[in-house]
């Protein structure tokens, strides 16, 4: 086994809710987005700092990948409440060294309305968006607005009472295997394009683009057209 260990450092302790729980996740990042390798054990949130111990088989790490920490907590309900602004990179071969993850109040980390009108340049063009991305169980959406620095994203997260985010400032990357990563100003939300046929269960109609819409509360995955 591969121990990470450290302490979770985070303002606003005296707030916390009954029954908020600490997790601590270690990912693996590649050309098709992340996928989770671990989890520690859901633990009392009992103040900052707050240590963590996080244990995972050598036989699913390998030479030359890069890993990251994700520490989240949670209240009773299962919402996050704290979360980093962006993960922390660890380097395998150093494990037993100590790690300290920040987190931040998830309230105080969502968009906040524009105190004014956007500029010209900042506002979503009009006409369709550029590149469209959806899913199912649950049902999201993304959508890709202009480009270069008037580049938006919006997404929506649930079908009844969907939760609509818009995000300006997005950057754009385009991985040697054509892959393609947006993702928002302050790290908090990525949209991951890859190549391949892909097809939502509930459309006959198949798209040449997976998406994988990365959020500090969870990872969405579903099907992409357009030009990314």
């Known amino acids: ?100 993850l920040w987190l931040i109040n998830m309230a105080a980390s969502l968009p906040k309305p524009a105190s004014r009108p956007l500029a010209s340049s900042q506002a979503v063009p009009s006409g369709p968006p550029v590149l469209v991305a959806d899913g199912i169980r649950p049902t999201w959406a993304a959508r890709i607005y202009g480009i270069g620095g008037a580049r938006q994203l919006r997404t929506s997260v649930g079908a009844d009472a969907p939760l609509r985010q818009s995000y300006r400032g997005v950057s754009r990357q385009r991985l040697a295997s054509g892959v393609v990563v947006y993702a928002t100003a302050d790290g908090f939300v990525t949209l991951t394009i890859s190549p391949g046929n892909c097809r939502l269960l509930a459309r006959s109609r198949s798209m040449v683009w997976h998406a994988i819409l990365e959020t500090p509360a969870a990872t969405y995955r579903g099907c992409a057209s357009g030009i990314p």
């Open 1 to 100: 086994m591969v121990r990470f260990h450290g302490s979770v450092v985070y303002q606003g302790a005296g707030s916390l809710p009954p029954g908020a729980t600490l997790i601590v996740s270690l990912y693996e990042r590649g050309t098709v987005g992340t996928r989770v390798l671990a989890h520690s054990s859901p633990v009392p949130a009992s103040g900052s700092p707050q240590a963590f111990v996080l244990e995972v088989p050598e036989s699913l790490l390998r030479d030359g990948h890069f890993y990251v920490l994700r520490a989240l907590i949670n209240d009773a309900a299962g919402r996050p409440l704290w979360i980093q602004a962006a993960p922390a990179p660890v380097d395998v071969a150093v494990a037993s060294r100590p790690v300290t």
